[in-house]
């Protein structure tokens, strides 16, 4: 069965430091999501992504995130300095169609230290 | 600006006991949809069900039933003889037609069944 992919599964980074999160959706979906956790919080959502552009961002996703689709299967989430708040764990969704279900990776657990 | 609530926060059952998870929403639209996620220990996100506004009918699957009425905007869903595997935080979501699929979570539900 088809499934997103996101890697690493867990990254611990130094405050300030950039971070690149690496999500490959299901590959003939159209609609690609990130959202954010933090610990035993629920699930927020930052981005959608439709057409190489961002189609939606919450508040929380400020001039230090950006995504890209840099090659047609890798999805990307950059933080570029990050933040002791930033410590939570990044999911990353995927949809073949409007009002379809989401399919989301396992998540990336960023630890910011 | 749609939302939704999950007013329990921890369900503690005893296995074999049916248990209820309750969850309210709220939104401008006529067109939306529902949805319940599973999230185990080990942290991932686990579809269960979708449903759109316009689909009232009640939903059972095995041991896992959803029940929605929309006049009192709510979405409870009903595990029965619940399992030591069904521990795990359950998500109630919202998303609406003009929101680009966006979901809107819930705060979750901690469920723990107990032998």
């Known amino acids: 069965e088809p499934e997103v992919t996101q890697t690493p599964s867990h990254q611990v980074t130094q405050m300030g430091q950039e971070v690149i999160l690496r999500c490959v959706p299901i590959?003939?979906?159209?609609?690609f999501y990130w959202y954010r956790q933090i610990l035993g919080q629920k699930v927020e959502f930052l981005v959608s992504f439709y057409n190489n552009e961002i189609s939606e961002k919450s508040e929380i996703f400020d001039d230090q995130f950006s995504v890209e689709r840099p090659d047609g299967s890798n999805f990307t989430l950059k933080i570029r300095s990050t933040k002791l708040e930033d410590s939570a764990m990044y999911f990353c969704?995927?949809?073949?169609?409007?009002?379809?279900?989401?399919?989301f990776g396992q998540g990336t657990r960023l630890t910011v230290v | 600006a749609q939302k939704v609530t999950q007013a329990q926060t921890e369900i503690s059952v005893v296995e074999k006991e049916d248990v209820t998870l309750d969850c309210v929403y709220e939104t401008r639209d006529t067109t939306y949809y529902l949805f319940w996620y599973k999230q185990p220990p080990s942290g991932e996100l686990v579809f269960l069900i979708r449903r759109n506004s316009f689909d009232e009918q009640n939903e059972i699957s095995g041991r896992y039933s959803w029940n929605f009425q929309k006049s009192t905007s709510s979405f409870n869903f009903t595990i029965t003889a619940s399992q030591v595997v069904d521990s795990a935080v359950y998500f109630c979501a919202l998303s609406e037609n003009n929101a680009g699929n966006m979901l809107t979570f819930g705060g979750g539900t901690r469920l723990m069944v107990k032998p």
């Open positions: 969704a995927s949809l073949d169609g409007m009002n379809t279900e989401a399919f």
């Open positions: 590959s003939n979906h159209l609609y």
